[in-house]
């Protein structure tokens, strides 16, 4: 098995989410290494639609695999603004890139969206051991 990576600039949810945060108030969601590693083969992604809205902690969509169906938390709340359609043909994208190819959800963050609970991948790393 290789190393599992919590690259450092994204920010990490205690329910093994991640999010990049952009300068124009936007972000970039997904799952971790963790996460997807945990999961074992994800062969469906259920994510919501564009334009609906969460809170942080919120329920935003389930990964299916071969061993479970996983809820999945926002890390931040905010307004979907695009799905990963890729994830509908190429589910796997979640375990061989999850950072990258298998990001799910790109978001408007509200004005008073709060980040304090999130961790960084040093943080992060350490809850999981």
Do not use: C
Request: glycine letters at 6%; aromatic letters at 8%; charged letters at 25%.
């Amino acid at each position: 098995m290789s190393e599992l990576t919590y690259p450092a600039d994204v920010l990490y949810h205690s329910e093994h989410t991640w999010v990049l945060i952009n300068d124009d108030n936007t972000a970039v969601v997904g799952i971790t290494d963790f996460a997807q590693d945990q999961l074992g083969e994800v062969a469906f992604v259920d994510l919501p639609s564009v334009d609906d809205h969460f809170d942080a902690g919120e329920e935003f969509g389930t990964v299916e695999s071969i061993k479970a169906v996983s809820s999945l938390y926002m890390p931040v709340s905010g307004t979907v603004t695009e799905i990963n359609e890729g994830l509908e043909d190429a589910p796997e994208d979640v375990n061989t890139s999850p950072y990258k190819d298998g990001w799910m959800l790109r978001m408007t963050l509200d004005a008073d969206a709060d980040k304090s609970q999130l961790l960084s991948s040093e943080a992060y790393a350490e809850k999981i051991k």
